[in-house]
């Protein structure tokens, strides 16, 4: 469970609130095709740079966290939306991420 009186949490809530925003286009992707070209273009141009940048900031560059957003865009470039939301899924438990499943 999160602590809520801890430094961190705020950033752990921005990174979950990232999270939910990525989890909405990936659906939306894999409910209709036809919306794969945005949800890629929004999860590669704007919400993975938001949490690279997240990382970076108040994470201490984690390699390991890197690692699972960097297997996340390569999943996400490419045209399968169930191998995307798999490399999503390293996100939603515990693991090499920002520990938004503990909220």
Same mark, same amino acid.
């Given at each position: ?20 925003? *990525?989890? +909405?286009? /990936?659906? @939306? ?8 070209? #945005?949800?890629? %273009? ?8 938001q ?13 390991? *966290?890197? +690692?699972? /957003?960097? @297997? ?8 399968? #939306?169930?191998? %995307?939301w798999?490399?999503f ?15």
């Amino acid at each position: 469970m999160l602590d809520l009186d801890h430094p961190q949490s705020r950033r752990v809530l921005e990174a979950a609130r990232i999270e939910d925003l *990525i989890r +909405r286009q /990936l659906v @939306a992707w894999r409910e209709d095709d036809a919306a794969s070209s #945005a949800a890629r %273009a929004a999860i590669l141009g704007t919400l993975l740079p938001q949490l690279e940048a997240l990382n970076a900031k108040h994470f201490g560059a984690s390699k390991n *966290i890197y +690692r699972t /957003l960097e @297997a996340l865009g390569r999943a996400v470039q490419g045209a399968d #939306a169930e191998k %995307a939301w798999q490399a999503f899924t390293a996100l939603d438990g515990p693991g090499e991420n920002f520990g938004t499943w503990a909220i």
